[in-house]
């Protein structure tokens, strides 16, 4: 059954990237240090396999997680800003090879590459889900992203799936995945259920099942007054 | 050999409690529902149950982990908020059976409680660490919290070991351990590296060694305009 999955790459304190700006050439910017920091254990791995033309030998942890994230894609959900900043660089063959859905205010034609079709979609995340569940053909609905997008689709109650890779540094500043803006009161929270987790050398795998919200029960299992603070 | 450890319950967006509210009853004020909810695994262990006096319990990896966090602590630092929302509640015997150092600007005279000594450190921080250390007797200092107390320890490069619960939800909003507040520049982190995970069934437990600021390389692994971007 087709699920709707995410996966990010963090630091630990939460940055997918630092900090945003617009101004001036990403590379140059104070984004790319954040993104390359926390994405190395994926380079690393995708250049191995690379250079190994993907087939047997030895393989990481970290190489076999992104084998089956491909795998398990039968269609994807982007953000306009990733789009715009993969467009030339994914070059005639991008990474997807499946359709791709791409969540704008501007229209465009469909732009077909190797393997891989970019549809714009105007009317909304939820139209762009629909439409890549209807693609997938079976597999999953894949949201490749940014940040951004992956917290709408949560908020929006559309995620079943979240996979956080947790790389072991903290960024101080950056733009975080979760930064407050989950309309979120108080007393109430979303649950999730880790599913899998793997403990690779470099970076942690924390694999989710979204449960949805829910009240935060004020239980303190009968130990009230007695609780060793935080 | 003595090293100073900190760890702490989180939520997986990082928060180690509710949003901070000083004006009313902490039990019915915001903080509570988050604390609550992200330290549930710990207060349902058997091994804190014990130690606060409390019947029944799982024993569990949880329990485990709780237990080998008392065994390895020869001393305490802790936060002047903690202590002073901990005092009455402990009661006669706190749960800590070793010297804590808490470190406030109000002088006060050592606290004697049964298996606790509660010292008030005017001196500031790295003094505390100092006569913490010294009255460890080989086995570790820890950073018994609050949250800010264990970001003020690493940022002034003191913390050696920091071990992260995380629950498996978004409180939303909420004091976060990690809040933009570490003094890092856009090129620069702090640099961990996981020690321990332990995958418990409502928690995940990552062990880290604090291994220091360093620059983020630009480095992208020669895979330049090639990357899955996020």
Known sequence: MTKVTAQLSVSLDGCYTGPR?????????????????????????????????????????????????????????????????????????????????????????????????????????????????????????????????VRQVLTAGLLDQLELHIAPVLLGDGQRLFDGGLGLGADDGIELTPTRVVDAPGVTHIRYTVSGRSKLALDDRGASGELVGQ
Chains 1, 2 share one sequence.
Request: aromatic fraction near 10%; proline fraction near 5%; glycine fraction near 14%.
């Open 21 to 149: 700006d617009d101004t001036g050439d990403w590379m140059q910017g104070p984004e790319a240090p954040g993104f390359f920091r926390v994405t190395r254990w994926a380079v690393d791995a995708m250049a191995w396999r690379e250079r190994q033309g993907f087939a047997g030998g030895e393989q990481s942890a970290d190489s076999e997680i992104i084998a089956e994230m491909f795998a398990a894609a039968g269609a994807y959900v982007m953000g306009r800003r990733m789009f715009d900043a993969g467009e030339v660089p994914w070059g005639d063959e991008p990474p997807f090879h499946a359709p791709v859905f791409v969540v704008t205010h501007r229209p465009r034609e469909v732009l077909e590459r190797q393997g891989t079709s970019f549809t714009f979609v105007t009317e909304g995340l939820e139209r762009a889900v629909e439409l890549a569940r209807a693609a997938a053909g079976g597999k999953d609905v894949a949201v490749a992203g940014g940040g951004q997008l």
